[in-house]
């Protein structure tokens, strides 16, 4: 209430003594707006890549090789798909419409994360995703717990736990692969060597390249740089992909004594920026796919809406009879 | 509304920013501004809350106690849903 007598500058100090104090932001908070859209597109962008990323793996549910198998596997792309509408949820706290981040992401306004440009073209695949992809969001989100937006903090604690499993579920099939005949074993390296770099990618530009980090940071929208996360990926994968027998992909990897962490080879920056901007194996398919799930699904929400309004006039009849 | 009638209101606060608003209890009261003033009064005297949520009770819609057996069943039978069911090699570290 007493938000009315005060400045924009004072409004901004009071914002940022919170942000500094490790208080959370709630939706009813005075916030810059330029706080809000960023977060409306980090979140929202975060939303687009859970849903998205439902194709390339759900696109092997039919073929999954054993129902066991199939069952793991529908039961990640259903956690996607309701991680997605955690976080559109909590991006539309911040005063924004969700038709109107669907309308962004299907005219290509909004990105989602380009690993998922990137087709599954085998079984091993679907290890490489749950154990590197996955790994790499995770990596990221548990980072974003920490987040200064109260709602985005709290979808991230649920998601978290919830995914604890698809990583797990990952490694398993490689370790199943690794473990079999010289065909399998194959089909797991090479799933490793195509899913290796664009998981590291997922973290997003060198922090010196990163257009809206320094804001992020300052904001703790972001607690961890870009770099700083991908490095403790990076470390962290060495000791799994050595005790899976595969050759590491990154043939300029070297253990640092001195900085006690890995030294690793450039990533293909060409490919990070021809993906996202729209030269990707998948990315028109990927979109056209959305589309026209979602002019499928039409005929639902209308028959939602129907049966709600014929509920209605029951009612009504039944009052007027009463 | 009659005195002896108030509708009743259910309250949720927020302890600490960051947190959840959690159940604390009802009361009644004529309208949601009242219902606002009253938890103050009655559910923050001891600073419980920064953030106060009032809602109708009638606007609650919840599930029922005996049909949670056929309710929640559908993921009684899904231990792969949990981390714990993936034996994964102490070697290769946290996962």
Partial sequence: MAEYNKSEAELEAVFQQKIDSEQKIEPKDWMPEAYRKNLIRQMSQHAHSEIIGMQPEGNWITRAPSLRRKTVLLSKVQDEGGHGLYLYSATETLGIERSELIAALQSGQAKYASIF?????????????????????????????????????????RICKEESFHQRQGYVIMMELAKGSPAQKQMAQDSLNRFYWPSLMMFGPHDSESAHSAKSMKWK????????????????????????????????????????????????????YAVINGNGHSNRQRIQHHVKAHEEGAWVRDAMSAYQQKKLQRKINAETAA | MSLEKLELFEVFLRSKRGLDHKHAGSLHAEDKEQALEYARDVYTRRSEGVSIWVVKSNDICASQEDDSDSFFDPSDDKPYRHATYYDIPKEVGAM
């Fill in chain 1, 221 to 272: 929208i972001k607690r961890e740089t870009n770099d700083d996360l991908r490095q403790k990926f990076i470390d962290q994968t060495v000791p799994q992909i050595a005790y899976l027998g595969l050759e590491h992909p990154d043939k300029d990897l070297v253990w640092n004594e001195e900085k006690g962490q890995h030294d690793s080879g450039e990533i293909d920056w060409e490919e990070f």
């Fill in chain 1, 117 to 157: 440009n990137y087709p599954a073209q085998t079984w091993g695949d679907m290890g490489a995703i749950g154990w590197l992809v996955d790994g790499a969001a995770i990596v990221n989100q548990v980072s974003l717990q920490r987040t200064s937006y109260g709602p985005y903090s709290r979808g991230m604690i």
